[in-house]
Nanobody
């Protein structure tokens, strides 16, 4: 099991940037693939980005490709989501999650540990 704590959310104008961080503690961080998901009000939680254990493999949902970048530091036990050119439709609570599966999983069911979430609000 791994404990996850997100930070870096906030309010930003359209076109702005935010960097989300997820600090992990517990079992060996490098043994987990990591993902970011988000949930907007009244909507289901959805996949945003994922990164493999080594950091060499990544996946993104189509709507964030070219704008968001996921990265990880297996020494500092952190995963970062750099979000650029933000749009109002990116407004959501963003969750960090850890998966014991290989690759860079996109399905929520493959993630067993979740953070509490951090709010991102993009104003128009």
């Amino acid at each position: 099991q791994v404990q996850l704590l997100e930070s870096g959310g906030g309010l930003v104008q359209t076109g702005g940037s935010l960097q989300l961080s997820c600090a992990a503690s517990g079992r060996a961080f490098s043994s987990y693939a990591m993902g970011w998901f988000r949930q907007a009000p009244g909507k289901a939680r959805e996949f945003v980005a994922a990164i493999s254990r080594s950091g060499e493999g990544t996946n993104y949902r189509d709507s964030v490709k070219g704008r968001f970048t996921i990265s990880r530091d297996n020494v500092k036990n952190t995963v970062i989501l750099q979000m650029n050119i933000l749009k109002p439709e990116d407004t959501a609570v963003y969750y960090c999650a850890a998966s014991g599966f290989g690759g860079s999983p996109v399905f929520q069911s493959l993630y067993g540990d979740w953070g509490q979430g951090t709010q991102v609000t993009v104003s128009s």
